[in-house]
Every structure is written in C-alpha cells, then in structure tokens.
C-alpha cells in the first residue's frame, strides 16, 4: 500500500527568501544600472538644478525675501521637491541592487554601503518635508517668520545626507575594487566620486559660504559604472552561485 505524506507549514521545506537578497549577479546590476541611468536624467535636475534653485530661493536670515521668492516661482520650488523625492525613491532600489551585485565580495561591507545609502535617501526626504513644511508655513495667513528656519533646515540636513552618499560610494569603490569581475580602475573612480562628496559636505558643514565644488569634476566614477552595470552587467551570471 502506497503510503501519502502531506507536508504540514511545521514539517514542510523552508521556501527560499524572495526579495533583492536572492537577485542573481545580472539581474542586479541592470537593476542597478536602470535605477542610476534614471537618477542620471532625472538627478542632474534635482541635485544640481533644483537645489541651486531651491537655495536661490531660501535666502538666509531674510524671511521676507525667502516668502517673496518663493511666492514669484511656485513652479520652480515644487518641481526640485518631487525630484527630490523620486530620487531618493530610486536610492533604496539601487541600494538593494548594489548589495545583491558585491554581497558575494563582502556581505558586511556590501550590506554597510546599502545602508548608508538608504540612510542618505530617508535623510534626503526628510530635508524635502522641512521644504514642505516650510512652504505650508507660507500659506495664507503667512508666518515667514516661523517658516524662514524650517527652510534653512533643508541645507543642514542635506549636507549630512551628502556625506553618507559619499562614503556609500567609496565603500561601493572598495568592493568594486576587490570584485574581480570589474576592471580596479572603476573601484578607484568610485572611492574618487565618493571621496569628492565626503569632501564636500565636510566643507559645507564647516566652512562658511563654502561651495560644493569636488563632486562636480569627481562624478566620473558614478558615470562609468552606470556603463559597465547596463553593459557588461548583462555577461554576469544568470543565477546565483
């Protein structure tokens, strides 16, 4: 007699874990590659043009002057906050990615530069809701007065964010570096990129009036390995070793 087993949820086998974790080597690197392609277009609006915009019209100790400009140019001020926000969107997903792509390098530093990351993303949107906050305290009866530090708070926490970026992409840089499967020169480039925003949140939070100016001729790194993830990404693996 042929006896049936039935696998009750105690005795049946484990399923495998879903998620970014399991994501074999070329599913996450054109991951990856995707997400940092779109922050590519989208980023080189909302990290340059809209915070340029949006520090054009926060002007420091003169709330009524802030109220005004922000009054004349709504457009402009909603537009860097949405970007914002699907930048940061877009960081968690490449982070994940990243993980899953060097986790077989380091799983302890891959895992600390996603975190990082993820941290840098979480602190990007709460600076975006002081931008937030701040625009309702503008509202009708305005309080330009009550408004004019929560604004100002975007750049503080901004260039907190910024240094966890930075040393995200050197950790990134290390393992890329170490990786075996990418050229060492993309790791140098990397821990470069990343070395220029460390340098420059650094000299923002301590320099009055400074100018964040490394990153911009430091970006190479950042460039390149959004070419090697959607190119060379798609020769890795299928499947997970």
């Given at each position: 007699?042929n006896?049936?087993?039935?696998?009750s949820?105690?005795?049946a086998?484990?399923?495998?874990?879903?998620?970014?974790t399991?994501w074999?080597?070329r599913?996450a690197?054109?991951v990856?590659?995707?997400g940092?392609?779109?922050?590519?277009?989208?980023?080189?609006f909302?990290s340059?043009?809209?915070?340029?915009?949006i520090?054009?019209l926060?002007v420091?100790?003169d709330?009524g002057?802030t109220?005004?400009?922000?009054?004349?140019?709504?457009a402009l001020f909603?537009?860097?906050?949405?970007?914002?926000?699907?930048?940061?969107?877009l960081d968690?997903l490449v982070a994940?990615a990243l993980y899953?792509?060097?986790k077989?390098?380091?799983?302890?530093?891959?895992?600390?530069?996603?975190?990082l990351?993820t941290?840098y993303?979480?602190l990007l949107?709460?600076?975006?809701?002081?931008?937030v906050?701040g625009f309702?305290?503008?509202?009708d009866p305005?309080?330009?007065?009550a408004?004019?530090p929560v604004?100002e708070?975007?750049t503080?926490?901004?260039v907190?964010?910024?240094g966890l970026?930075?040393a995200s992409?050197?950790?990134?840089?290390?393992l890329?570096?170490?990786?075996?499967?990418?050229a060492?020169?993309f790791?140098i480039l990397?821990a470069?990129a990343?070395?220029?925003y460390?340098?420059?949140?650094?000299g923002?939070a301590t320099i009055?009036?400074f100018?964040a100016?490394f990153?911009?001729?430091l970006?190479v790194?950042?460039?390149?390995?959004?070419?090697?993830?959607?190119?060379?990404?798609?020769?890795?693996?299928r499947a997970?070793a």
């Amino acid at each position: 007699m042929n006896e049936t087993t039935i696998n009750s949820p105690a005795t049946a086998a484990p399923r495998r874990p879903g998620g970014f974790t399991v994501w074999p080597p070329r599913t996450a690197a054109l991951v990856a590659g995707v997400g940092l392609a779109i922050m590519a277009v989208l980023g080189g609006f909302a990290s340059f043009a809209s915070f340029a915009a949006i520090l054009s019209l926060i002007v420091p100790g003169d709330a009524g002057l802030t109220a005004d400009r922000i009054a004349a140019a709504p457009a402009l001020f909603w537009a860097g906050v949405v970007s914002f926000v699907i930048v940061a969107m877009l960081d968690v997903l490449v982070a994940g990615a990243l993980y899953a792509l060097f986790k077989p390098v380091s799983p302890r530093l891959s895992a600390l530069a996603g975190w990082l990351r993820t941290v840098y993303a979480v602190l990007l949107l709460v600076a975006v809701g002081q931008l937030v906050n701040g625009f309702a305290l503008l509202g009708d009866p305005g309080d330009p007065g009550a408004a004019q530090p929560v604004l100002e708070s975007f750049t503080t926490i901004w260039v907190l964010s910024l240094g966890l970026f930075g040393a995200s992409l050197i950790l990134v840089g290390y393992l890329a570096f170490r990786s075996g499967f990418m050229a060492r020169v993309f790791g140098i480039l990397l821990a470069l990129a990343g070395a220029g925003y460390l340098a420059d949140a650094i000299g923002m939070a301590t320099i009055p009036g400074f100018t964040a100016v490394f990153a911009q001729f430091l970006f190479v790194g950042e460039v390149t390995l959004i070419f090697w993830l959607l190119i060379q990404g798609r020769r890795l693996p299928r499947a997970r070793a």
